[in-house]
C-alpha cells in the first residue's frame, strides 16, 4: 500500500501561485509515477501534471502547461505542483496519484490522496 497526503491548497487572487506537496508513504519503492488531477464542481476529474520517479519525465494537460511545474524529491518521497498564473478555470479539488508497479509492470493510478481544495478568485 502507499498512502498519499496532499497539502497547500488556499485561496488566491487570478494570476496568483501556489505549491501543492503531496507526500507518499508506505510501498514507495514500488512508485513508477506520480500525478495529479482536478475536479470541479459539477465536473469530471481530468488530469493535470504527471511526473516518473525514476527519470523524472514529465507531461501536462494542455489547459496548464507553462503555467505549472511538477517535480519530485525521492529523498523526501514528495511530489509538487508549482502553480503560476492562476485563473479562475483553475479552481478545483486537487487529487495527487500514484501509479505502483505489479508483476513487472505500471498498473495505472491505483492509490489516491484525499484532495486539496485550490480556489482562485477574479
Known amino acids: 500500500q502507499v498512502q498519499l497526503v496532499e497539502s497547500g491548497g488556499g485561496l488566491v487572487q487570478a494570476g496568483g501561485s501556489l505549491r501543492l506537496s503531496c507526500a507518499a508513504s508506505?510501498?514507495?519503492?514500488?512508485?513508477?509515477?506520480m500525478g495529479w488531477f482536478r475536479q470541479a464542481p459539477g465536473k469530471a476529474r481530468e488530469f493535470v501534471a504527471r511526473i516518473s520517479w525514476s527519470g523524472g519525465n514529465t507531461d501536462y494537460a494542455d489547459s496548464v502547461r507553462g503555467r505549472f511545474t511538477i517535480s519530485r524529491d525521492n529523498a523526501k518521497n514528495t511530489v509538487f505542483l508549482q502553480m503560476n498564473g492562476l485563473k479562475p478555470e483553475d479552481t478545483a479539488v486537487y487529487y495527487c496519484?500514484?501509479?505502483?508497479?505489479?508483476?513487472?509492470?505500471?498498473?495505472?493510478?491505483?492509490?489516491w490522496g484525499q484532495g486539496t481544495q485550490v480556489t482562485v478568485s477574479s
Open positions: 496519484a500514484a501509479v505502483p508497479v505489479v508483476g513487472g509492470s505500471p498498473i495505472g493510478y491505483d492509490y
Open positions: 508506505g510501498r514507495t519503492f514500488s512508485i513508477f509515477a
